[in-house]
């Protein structure tokens, strides 16, 4: 079965502009979750997907991020306006649902780098 | 508040030495999982295991060991005879949460970086 993917896997942009992050998780996992990690820190939650329902998003730092998971299936992560402390890596995980926490299947990450 | 502490920032050793990489964890939950990851220089992270706070038992894969512990809040983890291949970051991570909920963020801890020289 094919893993979590993340597209692009690197993007540089200028501060003001605006990226797109995609993840598409395993097929069949109803859980989706993004995290960033900040270079040198730990790896931060942002939000967690149920099917198309966000069911936390404690995470985003604020309102100049934004997620979607329409239909259910890959989610989307823009960052608009970006700035220089948007720098970091984006991951993505997936899970299938089931009780508690279960293994969280991550993908490549997505290196963003704004100057 | 749930916490996870990796105190060693990186460790280095000579390759086939056995190797233990700490985590301590904090959490009011009675119910909560704790989790390794490994990220190899090409940067995906890899999971390696998950365990409930209900199984202690300590858990051998391989040339990789867990040894959980709750009276002492740890989840350390061992290599033995360490090779260069196990070159890495290793994530020490903790979920919570009923047994009937869904899904469930993951606190990290800094990591601890890994090198086996040959």
């Known amino acids: 079965e094919a893993g979590v993917t993340q597209f692009p896997s690197h993007s540089v942009i200028e501060k003001g502009q605006t990226v797109t992050l995609r993840c598409d998780p395993i097929s069949g996992h109803d859980n989706l979750y993004w995290y960033r990690r900040v270079m040198g820190k730990e790896i931060k939650f942002l939000l967690h997907f149920v099917k198309e329902s966000k069911q936390d998003e404690s995470g985003m730092p604020n309102n100049r991020f934004l997620a979607e998971r329409t239909g259910g299936t890959y989610s989307t992560l823009k960052v608009q306006p970006a700035e220089l402390e948007d720098s970091g890596v984006y991951f993505c995980a997936s899970s299938r649902i089931q009780g508690g926490v279960g293994e969280q299947y991550f993908g490549p990450g997505t290196r963003l780098t704004v100057t | 508040a749930q916490k996870v502490t990796q105190a060693q920032t990186e460790i280095s050793v000579v390759e086939k030495e056995d190797v233990t990489l700490d985590c301590v964890y904090e959490t009011r939950d009675t119910t909560y999982y704790l989790f390794w990851y490994k990220q190899p220089p090409s940067g995906e992270l890899v999971f390696l295991i998950r365990r409930n706070s209900f199984d202690e038992q300590n858990e051998i894969s391989g040339r990789y060991s867990w040894n959980f512990q709750k009276s002492t809040s740890s989840f350390n983890f061992t290599i033995t005879a360490s090779q260069v291949v196990d070159s890495a970051v290793y994530f020490c991570?903790?979920?919570?949460?009923?047994?009937?909920?869904?899904?469930?963020?993951?606190?990290f801890g800094q990591g601890t970086e890994l090198s086996v020289k040959p």
């Open positions: 991570a903790l979920g919570w949460g009923l047994i009937y909920n869904q899904g469930g963020k993951l606190i």
